[in-house]
């Protein structure tokens, strides 16, 4: 049933996001610019040229963070693990609020690749200061590591930000927003967002045995490590291209996951695919609320989703036992 809800709100909402917006069409002008996409005309102009492209980074975004929360959870065994708790969201601002420091202008591919090189570089630094030799991760330092690093990272960033006078550069990526996608920005970064979500699907098998149990992992055979790094990895490529895309959001990889571990058995092979399809539903609609609540102002995605996340952050704590 909830399937089918999802799928229905997924269906709904790509239909709402090309017709709404500042400027709200006609069923029978969608329809008539569907049918003849090539035609110059002002309706074109809105709903080819700057509605869909922008419906299918906020598909691919909300897929790619929801589809890398869940890993992070299987991966760490922390019900509240998510790439923004844990630095990797940090780490990409950081890195790109340094570039654009350095550089006047900047390609999208170097905007990914600067993305990619701060979410290593959070995610090492995480993962180093929360292993134990002989005892693996801990999952208390694990969160206590993440929550660190993003506050160093993120002051950094303001830092920078304010000494060379960046304000307003940024401003559109620290509140996050899908105002500024195109097709050929989204033909560059796309591409490694789907790659992400292929390659995570392929071992879907093997982090449904590692989120079990480490131990029982290695006596099944597993080579636990080269797992880990090539899942962390994959969260690395989502994680870099959805902030290359949109900026910096967060909670939608803790949200996501465990609203759909409600109806689904912990197999990955099943509730991957299933996590990207609700987080995709989930940014559409996010999207249509951030452009129709105060047109033709944009709300920041970043409030919107905080809204929402705060909340049932929270009431994961009181769940207590479950953590």
Known sequence: MAVILILLLFVFGWYAGLRFGAVTYSHTQLLEVLKH?????????VIVDLRLPRTLAAILVGAAMAQAGAIMQGVTRNPIADPGLLGINAGSGLALIIAYAVFDNMHYTRILTVCLIGAFASALLVFGLSYQKGKGYNQLRLILAGAMVSTLFSALGQAVTIYFNLSTAVIGWQAGGLIQINWRMLAIIAPFIAAGLILAQLLAHQLTILSLNETVAKALGQHTFAITVSLLAIVLLM?????????????????????????????????????????ATFMLWVDIVCRTLNPPAETPISAIISIIGLPYFLWLVRKGKNL
Request: charged share 10%.
């Open 37 to 45: 996409p090539l035609t110059d005309s002002r309706e074109q102009d």
């Open 239 to 279: 994680s870099a291209g959805a902030v290359a895309l949109v900026g910096s959001i967060s909670f939608i990889g803790l949200i996501i996951p465990h609203f759909m571990q409600m109806f689904l058995p912990k197999n990955y092979r099943i509730l991957l695919p299933m996590t990207a399809f609700a987080g």
